[in-house]
């Protein structure tokens, strides 16, 4: 007890900065004027110590630029210096964009194995439903899956856990790229957490059956990162970002309900869903509260009166958590096998390189094989990722 | 142990369906054209099975109509009759609308007292915030107010914690109002879980100083009941209403992020907020996810750096619970002294008239002290509600 040193630490969501020549390097030559590509802007007048911003980077593609090329990278950062910059590649960390030194921090901190989420194209892909040409945006999704796959995930494969993603737009071309990067190797589909909110048919109709049917016919979960809906948690326009961060969780409180109340599950049932940076310690309140309510409003409502939706929960879906003591303590309630780790590097949420020191502390109670199913082998099962 | 008969159970959630006098007797013959009234309206045309339905009743007010008069009081059926309608008051148990029909039916179920949230007004009064002659809107805020403390309450006044509403639109009115209500024998406000969906200033500005600072004075809680922002957790449109029904509470813990980000709990180090139905086993999860959201991002997103957002919640505010039985077995991570029981007559979430026997089994572990705290004295000290 309880984390030892024997047990490697699978994390189920991390991200990749995207370097410049992702596209570059895959597009034919008549995209490269359309296609991401990154370039210099500048970034205004000096600040009032006098001192003029260097100019920033960011993301053109078909004439739309597309600020925060890192996100929220902050990695090695003092936390009194986080901030939702950095936005050049000088300041962030090589490993957010190449894979080598990205092992070597994963090494530094004691990490095996990770899922790599998109920054640019955001975290489900979606940034390419807002093309104009979606040939050009097909060529796009297939370029970020084939970067992933055959170059990040290539350089190290027993390091990461290879994730696509889709062209949203159509769930036919969706369905055959879930089918084409199966046969590479993926083992997951980064899937919005509610297509709803950016203008695509919601869980309650059969619009999805076509990809559904495809993750489940390759056995690759959907991964459905919180935000992944472009619904962000905001409480009001000049509430402090703190807000938002602390209730994104609600947004996977959200897809849990709204799946399980679906006709998903009892169509295709054997479907996984990993819900992605979501936390654990909600998960009981949630699932009491969503059996209660399917008991009492189940017989108006349109839903199925037949299964329990904790029940389809403990078959389908799969939480994860960076730092949860109190889903920890409550781990039998969740079902250990429900539960990930995971450890959010670049991001300030990240406990990296600390990250394996405050797994350990944050199990110290947890039983040894317990710990191991936790931080390894359910991820392993779940994305068929063998040592 | 668990709940014992000498336990009296004061119920911090319930509903009032207003009589539709409430307003005809007490507002001046000027008014009686425009006040709020109740009319029968036509139900359309026979169903499949040839019958007709009967004329509904809804409130008319300024020339607009309200339907759904009682919005979910289906106590008394059976779960399988369960729906959005009654439409009329014959379709609905008189305690719904007659306090001494309530006081029988809490007899029936040995619950000792209520709070009364109104029907027609919304949970906070806000129906009147859409009135175009604001002054008829004052006089139905007080009227209200008045067929709360005067009539309702008077009829049983060791049964009933009388609540009030504000007219949101003007924060100085608002403070008078709680003045003149306070000196009435006023327990507590019902205000809107997040003013900022209504159109109004949110918790981030001075705007509802003097409210607050009012409602400190006079030592009444906000209760802020899940949904009075008017803004619904729905995931899609076509979701099934279920979905809705089982994510409220995630606007309680909005309402508990907004708030402890806020400046509120800094200016008004007295004030007292009651999460109305919010239930109360997510309360862990969520306090350990904004003191780490605060402890990592409090040094840029403009938020207090000195107190500690957990400590501010253990001063400020309190949950309650119908049926949470995880929640009460994490108590201890919650505060025994910060749990209050909720009954919510006449709505389908609520237990009646098998409650107490429901708060019984749900208390079967927890020591007699601890059970009288949550059942009783937490709300009695909160709403100053002495025996």
């Known amino acids: 007890m309880p984390l030892q040193d024997y047990m490697n630490l699978i994390s189920t969501d991390d991200h990749v900065i995207e370097h410049p020549r992702v596209w570059l390097d895959r597009l034919p030559a008549s995209d490269q004027e359309s296609g991401p590509r990154v370039v210099e802007v500048d970034r205004g007048a000096p600040g009032d110590d006098g001192t003029a911003p260097g100019p920033a980077q960011v993301w053109l593609y078909e004439g739309r630029s597309y600020p925060q090329m890192a996100l929220n990278a902050v990695a090695g950062r003092r936390r009194e210096d986080f901030g939702l910059e950095p936005t050049r590649y000088d300041e962030i960390l090589p490993g957010c964009y190449d894979p080598q030194a990205r092992v070597g921090d994963m090494d530094a901190d004691g990490i095996e194995a990770q899922i790599c989420f998109p920054t640019f194209p955001k975290f489900a892909g979606t940034v390419f439903l807002q093309s104009q040409d979606k040939d050009l945006a097909l060529r796009c999704v297939r370029a970020w899956n084939d970067f992933m796959i055959d170059e990040w995930?290539?350089?190290?494969?027993?390091?990461?856990?290879?994730?696509?993603?889709?062209?949203?737009?159509?769930?036919?071309?969706?369905?055959?790229?879930?089918?084409?990067?199966?046969?590479?190797?993926?083992?997951?589909?980064?899937?919005?957490?509610?297509?709803?909110?950016?203008?695509?048919?919601?869980?309650?109709?059969?619009?999805?059956?076509?990809?559904?049917?495809?993750?489940?016919?390759?056995?690759?979960?959907?991964?459905?990162?919180?935000?992944?809906?472009?619904?962000?948690?905001?409480?009001?326009?000049?509430?402090?970002?703190?807000?938002?961060?602390?209730?994104?969780?609600?947004?996977?409180?959200?897809?849990?309900?709204?799946?399980?109340?679906?006709?998903?599950?009892?169509?295709?049932?054997?479907?996984?869903?990993?819900?992605?940076?979501?936390?654990?310690?909600?998960?009981?309140?949630?699932?009491?509260?969503?059996?209660?309510?399917?008991?009492?409003?189940?017989?108006?409502?349109?839903?199925?009166?037949?299964?329990?939706?904790?029940?389809?929960?403990?078959?389908?879906?799969?939480?994860?958590?960076?730092?949860?003591?109190?889903?920890?303590?409550?781990?039998?309630?969740?079902?250990?096998?429900?539960?990930?780790?995971?450890?959010?590097?670049?991001?300030?949420?990240?406990?990296?390189p600390h990250a394996r020191k405050r797994a350990a502390e944050t199990l110290v109670d947890v039983p040894d094989d317990e710990v191991h199913q936790i931080v390894e082998f359910n991820a392993r099962k779940l994305f068929r990722f063998d040592a």
């Not at 590479?184 to 297509?195: D, L, M, Q, V, W």
């Not at 994104?248 to 599950?265: E, Q, R």
């Not at 699932?287 to 349109?302: F, P």
């Open 153 to 352: 995930c290539a350089a190290a494969p027993t390091r990461f856990i290879p994730v696509v993603i889709l062209p949203l737009w159509d769930p036919r071309l969706a369905a055959a790229e879930v089918e084409r990067t199966a046969a590479k190797g993926a083992r997951t589909i980064s899937f919005p957490e509610n297509p709803a909110p950016l203008g695509l048919p919601s869980f309650h109709t059969d619009h999805w059956d076509p990809v559904f049917a495809a993750a489940q016919e390759a056995d690759m979960p959907l991964s459905m990162h919180f935000g992944s809906s472009g619904r962000p948690p905001v409480t009001a326009d000049d509430a402090p970002f703190a807000v938002a961060i602390t209730l994104f969780g609600c947004n996977s409180m959200a897809t849990t309900a709204d799946l399980l109340f679906s006709p998903v599950f009892h169509k295709f049932r054997n479907l996984k869903v990993a819900l992605s940076e979501g936390g654990i310690g909600w998960i009981p309140y949630m699932l009491e509260r969503i059996d209660y309510t399917w008991e009492r409003h189940k017989y108006y409502t349109g839903v199925n009166q037949d299964v329990r939706p904790s029940e389809l929960f403990r078959r389908h879906i799969w939480g994860c958590f960076i730092d949860d003591e109190f889903g920890i303590a409550n781990r039998h309630w969740i079902g250990v096998d429900r539960i990930t780790w995971e450890c959010d590097y670049p991001h300030s949420d990240s406990n990296w």
